[in-house]
C-alpha cells in the first residue's frame, strides 16, 4: 500500500478517507473544531522512530508511526477538557478510530488514536484465542509489511503472514515464525508446496471475498474426538472452543475445515 501525503503528513489512503467522515461529522458538534494530524513523512520510517518515538514511546516494531494509521486528534471549543475529551470519543470511534487510551480523560496520550482499517481483525482473532499478548506486535507488524516499511528481520515470513491476514485466513501472531498455523493456512489456500518467495507473491496476487451487508448468524462446529483445524475469511470467523469451534458469519466468506491426521 502506496502512503499518501497530506498536511506535511502521511496516511494510507483508508486512513485519509476515515479523515474526511471525521471532518463532516465534526460539523453536527455546533462550537467545536476538530484538529488533526499525522507523522510527518521525514519520520515514516524506523529510523524515524529512532529519532522521535513520539507520545507513546514504543520502540519501531511496536509503533504504528511508520504505517500511516497513527493519527493525532484534538478538539476544541467545550466548556472544559473533559467534555472535549467526550466529544473526540464520540465523533472519532464510530467511524473506526481506535484510541490509545481506556478512557476519555485528558492525559499526555489522549490525543492518540490508530485506525487499524484491515488489521483490527488481526488483533481480535488473537484475543479470541487467548493470546492478547500477541495482539499489538500482530497488528504493527502487519500495518508495517503493508506499508512497505518493516525494518526488521524475517520480512519475507512476515509478508506471507501478513497477506493471509489480509485474504482474510487467520494464521495467528505476525510474528515471522511459519509455525502449524500457518503452514495449515497456507496448505488449505493451496499454495503450502512453493518456495517463501514464490507464495508471497502468489499470495500477493490473490483478493480477498468482497463482503456485502448481511445479518450475523452464529453456530458452532463439534467433532467428538476427532482433531480439527478451521480457516476462514472474509466475513466468517472461528473461535477454538473445547469441543470445536464456535462460528460468527457476518457476511460472505469462506470456511475451510481440516479433519483428523
Known amino acids: ?9 502521511l496516511f494510507t489512503p483508508d486512513t485519509r478517507e476515515a479523515l474526511t467522515k471525521l471532518g463532516e461529522a465534526s460539523r453536527s458538534y455546533e462550537g467545536l473544531s476538530l484538529k488533526y494530524r499525522g507523522v510527518p513523512r521525514a519520520l515514516c520510517s524506523w529510523e524515524g522512530v529512532g529519532e522521535d ?3 507513546i514511546g514504543l520502540p519501531a516494531p511496536l509503533s504504528m508511526r511508520p504505517t500511516g ?6 478538539v ?9 475529551a467526550s466529544a473526540l470519543w464520540g465523533m472519532a470511534v464510530p467511524l473506526g478510530f481506535v484510541p490509545w487510551d481506556r478512557y476519555p480523560l485528558p492525559s499526555a496520550t489522549s490525543h492518540v488514536f490508530h485506525y487499524l482499517g484491515p488489521w483490527a481483525s488481526v488483533g481480535e482473532f488473537l484475543q479470541g484465542e487467548g493470546r492478547g499478548e500477541a495482539a499489538w506486535p500482530s497488528i504493527c507488524g502487519a500495518a508495517q509489511c503493508d506499508a512497505g516499511l518493516w525494518g526488521g528481520d524475517r520480512l519475507v515470513e512476515r509478508r506471507v503472514q501478513t497477506h493471509l491476514h489480509r485474504l482474510g485466513v487467520h494464521c495467528g501472531p505476525v510474528d515471522g515464525n511459519i509455525g502449524p498455523t500457518t ?20 499470495l500477493g496476487g490473490m483478493k480477498p471475498p468482497r ?4 445479518k450475523r448468524t452464529q ?16 466475513g466468517v470467523h472461528t473461535v477454538r472452543t473445547r469441543s470445536g469451534y464456535s462460528v460468527t458469519v457476518d457476511g460472505p466468506g469462506r470456511l475451510i475445515l481440516m479433519v483428523g491426521d
Open 69 to 74: 494509521r497513527e493519527v493525532y486528534l484534538t
Open 53 to 55: 518515538p513520539g507520545p
Open 1 to 9: 500500500m502506496k502512503l499518501i501525503s497530506y498536511r506535511s503528513s
Open 219 to 234: 453456530g458452532h462446529l463439534v467433532l467428538n474426538d476427532v482433531p480439527m483445524e478451521a480457516f476462514t475469511s472474509g
Open 183 to 202: 503452514l495449515g493456512a497456507l496448505k488449505a489456500l493451496g499454495v503450502g508446496n512453493m518456495e517463501l518467495t514464490v507464495t508471497e507473491e502468489a
Open 211 to 214: 463482503r456485502k451487508a448481511a
Open 76 to 84: 476544541e471549543g467545550a466548556s472544559d477538557p473533559m467534555q472535549e
